[in-house]
């Protein structure tokens, strides 16, 4: 099995985009990525780097997910440190996927800041390197920009370009995906928060996302999402208490089965 997955990627290589497409933490992708507006967390990083702009504390974030879709090939993890200063916010990331045979890792560095009382931006580099047994290792950086602009107190709006450099690999077109991203959060009513967006890849269709939070008691968050292509529906709970959370989340794809991940953040006091 082992040897037909490393073929079949060796394949794909040449052919199409097989940089993975993984995006942490666990409650983003109980939300199916629909944050963009509201990316607020220590994984801002790798969702919209804007979103870090306004973070208070330092954190550290770790992320898991040791077998999507039941294949423990498919493994992945990240972790990332944000560190806000007078002059803006500064984060650092690391991203491994794969086993022995196939393998992806990416080192993220962004810095944030507030530009206006109702506008954040940020930029994200980084670092991509891919290896295949028998066949190398493959190196590249790429660029993503975001902004988040708060258009009134329960709505906010952002935009997120994913390798706006449209970086590659070994000289092959497009091995490394460039995304688009643009979204809205909008509070109807407390404790609720409700978000949309779409994302488009520049060489497929486009894919709609909702989600929504809902702060049940406190300490204690319900997530739920959809996006359309591919047909995905996630679940996820958050329990925050005083300086940790923890986030869980749950996902089936429309053919693949189930996937879980777990995520714990860590904020400290200035």
Do not use: C
């Not at 909008?186 to 404790?191: L, M, N, R, S, T």
């Amino acid at each position: 099995m082992r040897t037909i997955l490393a073929v079949a990627l060796f394949v794909f290589l040449f052919s199409v985009k097989i940089f993975s497409q993984i995006k942490p933490g666990a409650r983003q992708i109980a939300l199916a990525h629909s944050d963009v507006a509201l990316s607020n967390d220590v994984f801002s990083i790798f969702n919209n780097p804007a979103g870090a702009a306004e973070l208070p504390n330092f954190q550290i974030g770790v992320y898991y997910s040791p077998s999507p879709f039941e294949l423990k090939e498919l493994a992945n993890g990240f972790s990332s440190i944000t560190e806000p200063l007078k002059f803006g916010v500064l984060s650092a990331g690391f991203m491994f996927y794969g086993y022995e045979l196939y393998k992806e890792n990416k080192l993220s560095f962004s810095f944030s800041k507030k530009l206006f009382e109702n506008f954040l931006a940020g930029l994200t580099i980084n670092y991509h390197s891919l290896s295949i047994a028998k066949y190398g290792t493959a190196k590249s950086f790429s660029l993503n920009i975001g902004t988040i602009a708060k258009i009134t107190k329960n709505f906010q709006a952002g935009f997120y370009i994913e390798n706006i450099t449209k970086s590659t690999f070994a000289n092959q077109p497009n091995q490394i995906p460039t995304n688009l991203w643009v979204g809205a959060m909008y509070i109807p009513i407390q404790p609720i928060k409700l978000f949309f967006a779409l994302q488009k890849d520049i060489d497929y269709d486009p894919s709609f996302r909702f989600g929504i939070e809902y702060e049940i008691i406190d300490y204690l968050l319900l997530r739920s999402g959809f996006n359309n292509y591919p047909s995905t529906y996630n679940l996820g709970i958050g329990i925050v208490w005083k300086f940790l959370e923890f986030d869980y989340a749950l996902f089936t794809h429309q053919d693949l089965g189930l996937t879980h991940q777990g995520g714990l953040v860590i904020r400290f006091d200035n």
